[in-house]
C-alpha cells in the first residue's frame, strides 16, 4: 500500500515539473528609438551641462526601447566592457505619461561582465517603451551594450 501512495505521489511531481517547463516565458528584443537594431553600444559620455541661454550640452546615459507588443516582465541585459561603478535605472514609460522605476542602482562591473535588471509592468497597462540609464561620472569612456527584451 504504501509504494502505491509514494509511485502516484512520484508521478504528481513529475506532471507537475513538465508543466512548469512548457510555460518558460518567450522573450522578444526591442527595437532602439533613433537607432538600428535591437541592441546599442556606447561609450559613456561626461555629464550634461547647461550652457548660457537655456541651452544644455546633453549626455548619452539614456537610451529608450520601443515596445510594440504587450509583455507582463522587461528585461534589460548590459554587459560593460570595462571594470567600473555604472549607475543603472530601468523605467517603464506609459501612455499616460507616467512612468515606473523598476530598477535604480550603483552596480559594480567587471570586464565584459552581463548584468539582468528584470521589471514587471502595471496590471492595468503596458508601457510604450522601456528607457535603461547607464552612466555615471566614474565612467565616463567607459563601454557597454544593452538590449531589452519583452517577456510573455
Request: aromatic fraction near 10%; charged fraction near 15%.
Amino acid at each position: 500500500m504504501i509504494s502505491k501512495i509514494a509511485s502516484a505521489a512520484i508521478v504528481v511531481s513529475l506532471c507537475g515539473f513538465s508543466s512548469t517547463v512548457a510555460a518558460a516565458p518567450v522573450c522578444t528584443p526591442l527595437k532602439v528609438v533613433g537607432g538600428t537594431g535591437t541592441t546599442v553600444a556606447k561609450e559613456v559620455s561626461a555629464p550634461g551641462v547647461p550652457l548660457p541661454y537655456g541651452l544644455k550640452k546633453s549626455d548619452n546615459w539614456n537610451t529608450d526601447f520601443e515596445v510594440t507588443s504587450p509583455a507582463s516582465t522587461y528585461v534589460a541585459d548590459i554587459v560593460a566592457k570595462n571594470l567600473g561603478n555604472y549607475r543603472i535605472s530601468m523605467y517603464l514609460k506609459y501612455p499616460d505619461n507616467t512612468s515606473d522605476k523598476v530598477f535604480d542602482q550603483d552596480v559594480s562591473l567587471q570586464n565584459n561582465q552581463k548584468y539582468t535588471i528584470r521589471g514587471s509592468r502595471r496590471t492595468n497597462m503596458s508601457p510604450y517603451q522601456v528607457n535603461l540609464f547607464v552612466g555615471g561620472i566614474p565612467v565616463v569612456g567607459n563601454s557597454y551594450t544593452a538590449t531589452v527584451y519583452g517577456c510573455r
